[in-house]
């Protein structure tokens, strides 16, 4: 580490003031900023660390900054704390045309005037900086690189910035390890290096392990440790991958059958789910406890179809979903929930060369609060987000592929009770209300940020109110299948 690292900037309003014309205008622009179509009215600091010292050839800073937002009120609502961002900002003089798509701007006044700022994840030398903090357990100010040392990490590394398009930054060092840096970051344990740590001490192999994570501690010394920001991990690199979401679509524009495929990630869904639930803590659901999740289901039906006047016609019909499920735990039926991915779809899924599946990115719904997202739920949620995925997919096949959906979903449903000896087709009523939530969530997705894909959950929509879809009828069941116990262990009756 080099002699530079050292200083912490407790307090720099002077930075920051510099800088907050620029970022106005930028963060805004940047895929991974949460708060789309609020004006940022200002921002503040919640760290600055100086990396490299400013005025050289290349300054670096690593800020925590606070995005203010004119949120238009709602009456009753809990006011919403400011969104932090996590930015690694580079200064030079001017920037070679090789970053050119990095820069932020130009700086009028302030400690940095007459310099040219830029996203430095797009730059060799800070991200060789950053991995070069983790291999050798760097901690700078607040900021702790803490490693898995049964790992190796060899220096010099190439990287080279993930440019597709991310919630997140992700930067690939020489096809050995990926970094992703949060954007969006909340204080507490982060599922994302909870989940991966926690299934890599269970032998889970269908995850990469975490080799080295970046905290930021700024709590006063003695407070808890989960009261640290998670602000990266780095894994190893899956070499020669293709996301699920890719690989769905090529097999569709061949005509080409994806079901071995399909089942293959289902054995790999329910690998991971029973290591999640031998490792980490398990709650059976009572009527209570499936009250309020129906409730909360309801409730997102409600804002939904405020929001999406075409939702409207099918509230009625996708209500009795959610109605249906409360009735039988009122009857008495019981499910055991575990912690689970919590934002499952192709695009979370990688295949090797070799075949072999990978789940990746744990974070669950990053819209979602870190406590909810860290909560057990019914395994079922994670399949009825994949089932949707597998619906989507076939949506985008030109020409269509009839059945193909259909196919994939009874063989993902069949793989998956393979390893875990529940089949989630027995359980028809869970399902239909997990794949109902799903969609009516992806109706509100697809109505914010991709407008023609709003038939996509809309189709799927008209057939989960008419009670459709997810019926043992509506997906065949493949040879496999026999093999499911007569009586699955879901949902279940209390004892007397
Ligand atoms: N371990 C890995 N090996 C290979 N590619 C990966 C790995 N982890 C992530 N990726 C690639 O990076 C992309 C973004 O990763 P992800 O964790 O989903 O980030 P985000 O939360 O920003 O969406 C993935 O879609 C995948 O293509
Ligand atoms: O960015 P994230 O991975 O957190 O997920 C969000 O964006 C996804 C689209 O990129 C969206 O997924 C929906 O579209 C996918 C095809 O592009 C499809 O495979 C998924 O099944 C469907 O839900 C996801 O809902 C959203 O949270």
């Not at 390890?177 to 290096?193: A, M, S, T, Y």
């Not at 994939?408 to 997990?434: I, K």
């Amino acid at each position: 580490m080099s002699k530079a690292v050292t200083r912490t900037l407790t307090t720099s309003p002077g930075l920051l003031a510099s800088l907050d014309p620029l970022l106005r205008e930028w963060l805004p622009r940047q895929r991974w900023f949460a708060g789309k179509g609020r004006p940022v009215t200002g921002f503040s600091l919640v760290a600055a660390t100086e990396l490299l010292p400013p005025g050289g050839k290349l300054g670096l800073y690593h800020l925590l900054v606070r995005a203010h937002q004119a949120i238009a009120p709602v009456p009753g609502a809990p006011e919403q704390p400011a969104d932090c961002y996590q930015l690694l900002i580079g200064e030079r003089e001017a920037l070679p045309p090789r970053l050119a798509p990095a820069l932020i701007g130009h700086v009028a006044d302030g400690p940095l005037a007459g310099r040219t700022v830029y996203d430095a994840l797009y730059d060799t030398r800070p991200t060789e900086l950053l991995l070069e903090a983790l291999r050798t357990g760097a901690r700078i100010g607040g900021l702790r690189f803490e490693r898995d040392d049964s790992q190796e990490i060899r220096s010099g590394l190439v990287p080279r910035l993930v440019t597709s398009e991310q919630s997140n930054s992700s930067v690939i060092y020489g096809d050995t390890f990926i970094l992703k840096l949060l954007r969006r970051v909340v204080p507490g344990v982060n599922p994302d290096l909870e989940l991966p740590l926690a299934l890599a001490r269970e032998g889970c192999d269908r995850v990469p392990a975490p080799t080295a994570w970046i905290r930021a501690e700024l709590a006063p010394a003695g407070a808890p440790a989960d009261e640290a920001y998670v602000l990266g991990v780095l894994q190893p690199f899956v070499q020669g991958a293709a996301d699920g979401w890719e690989l769905a679509l090529r097999e569709l524009a061949k005509g080409e059958d994806f079901a071995s495929a399909a089942r293959a990630l289902g054995r790999a869904t329910a690998e991971v789910h029973t290591a999640l639930a031998r490792t980490l803590p398990t709650v059976t659901l009572g009527h209570t406890q499936v009250q309020q999740l129906v409730d909360g289901m309801v409730e997102r039906l409600d804002a939904a179809a405020q929001a999406v006047p075409a939702l409207r016609p099918y509230a009625p019909g996708l209500r009795s979903a959610f109605e249906a499920l409360a009735g039988l735990a009122a009857e008495g039926c019981t499910w055991t929930a575990q912690r689970i991915h919590g934002d499952l779809h192709l695009g979370q899924c990688l295949r090797s060369p070799g075949g072999q599946w990978w789940l990746i990115d744990f974070e669950g719904e990053p819209s979602k609060p870190l406590a909810e997202r860290r909560m057990p739920q019914p395994p079922v949620r994670d399949v009825a987000g994949m089932l949707r995925s597998f619906d989507y997919a076939a949506h985008s096949a030109d020409p269509s592929v009839p059945g193909w959906a259909d196919t994939c979903r009874a063989a993902y449903c069949s793989g998956y009770a393979q390893v875990s000896g529940a089949d989630p087709r027995t359980d028809p009523v869970l399902l239909r209300a997990y794949e109902t939530d799903k969609a009516i969530y992806e109706v509100v997705y697809e109505a914010r940020h991709r407008p023609d894909w709003l038939p996509v959950p809309l189709s799927a929509i008209s057939r989960l109110a008419a009670g459709a879809d997810t019926s043992p009828s509506a997906i065949p069941a493949t040879p496999s299948i026999s093999s499911i116990p007569s009586s699955p262990p879901s949902p279940r009756r209390p004892r007397p």
